[in-house]
DNA sequence: CGGGACGTTGACGGTCGTCAAAATTAGTGG
DNA sequence: CCACTAATTTTGACGACCGTCAACGTCCCG
């Protein structure tokens, strides 16, 4: 019955070695500079391969066909819209979502800078969701044709590739553990944890978060209402759990929030 | 607020351009033959690449290692264990499935013949799920190093294992929707329609189909318990929308299930 | 300073989970 | 081939959890 590696729900969105390795922290970027480049990107470790060789890194710079930054609110990219590239973010927090015929929607993922977003067009040329900007962004545009080009001839590219895509799917078998099996509660303090790690993995703290994000997209990705939400998160407080002051988050007891998901590990 | 391209529920599992396209109806395959060959395989259109030229296609042959023969109710792997290959499924039925660490488990999918699992080896070249076969099965091995050499020298082969992985990340985009916002008639609505589309899409009956898994495995993926998916069932029969005997399902209105599913689009 | 978006809280009801028992089927071994 | 046991399915009663609706409070931005 037990397996020997059991899923841990707690790395639901982007588990991935990449962020959990740590990174120097993100410096702010100089916006006058033109020059595009990854080799010289801090954030080089979180989207593109390591052990690369000196020639294979200037060939890399050529991927990224330019900047694009997205003001907040506004799309990356929309359902329908023809798909050319995938995007690495460097600044900024994105959210992805689909809409069904009939108006409901659902979040499919929340993406911060080093990931990358676009993997939902290539099947069909077309993107079938929208990529929406939380807060002011600006991604690397990396023309798809260019990076299958270049990953016949550097073979750790392909192999980063290849990764990069199972590990979303792997991502996206985790939030389906959490919405297939999940109560709020839980679903919540996985939400939290998942969070913190990953901003953990940039650099930040390990214990306090900005949510750039509304309760509605919350729920909308945890398959909650917005009332529910909130409801859990004023739950966390009173058990002293968590500090919570609009969207800023204090995570005051980490195993508390584990214990929620993971009971008789604990207890 | 309306999106050129909604997201249909009913094409949530591999919603693909390949399963959609109508292929030859799957004939006993010759068990005698031990000659290993997708240039010779009727499934071929759904696994690999189209238009590929007769020297192409003697390559590919050699992508399949060899085939496999899982009996029912045994793994073709294991969460844990060590990643080599990709499977394209030639028979039989199979379902994935993760577990978390408090013992809650998660089917994340079922796949038939044409259908490739092990993609979320990939990432740490460990599998990190389950893939467990509902039926006598036979898989064609495709050890993956191979599968990255050859798409090296085979531009549409790798242009096909992008959209394979691409295709499943969409398909749980779709999952997600379901279990994000969806109550258990319009779950297992979306599910039936699925499940004869793609039967379909194999030269079966469009309304007619036999259930290779249990409720409760039903209720896993669709995020219901057991005695839910069979009330739900029942409530189906007693409206005249389905027959069911046990697991042979034959659908008696399909338009009432769409409208299950898309309430204000019929109605 | 004012309006709109966002967040909180309460009351209530519906959907679905839980527990239990019985019916039906499938699988196993003699 | 049949008997027996385990597995699966159905159905009912009840309750918990979360959604719905509503009102109010807070924050942010112009």
Redesign the pocket.
Known sequence: MLNPRPHDPTNLPAANEAAARHVTPIVPVNRGTIKVACSGCNLRELCMPLGLSHEELDRIDDLVANRRKVKRGAPLFRNGDRFTSLYAIRTGFFKTCIASEDGRDQVTGFQMAGEIVGLDGIVNDVHTCDAIALEDAEVCVMPFDRIEDLSNQIHALQRHVHKIMSREIVREHGVMLLLGSM???ERLAAFLLNLVQRLHARGFSQSELV?RM???EI?SYL?????????T??KFVEEGIVE?K??HVRILNTDALKEIINPQVYS
Do not use: C, P
């Open positions: 109560r709020a509660e949510l509304t309760r509605e729920g398959g909650l209402k917005l009332e529910t939400v909130s409801r998160f004023s919570v609009q969207r």
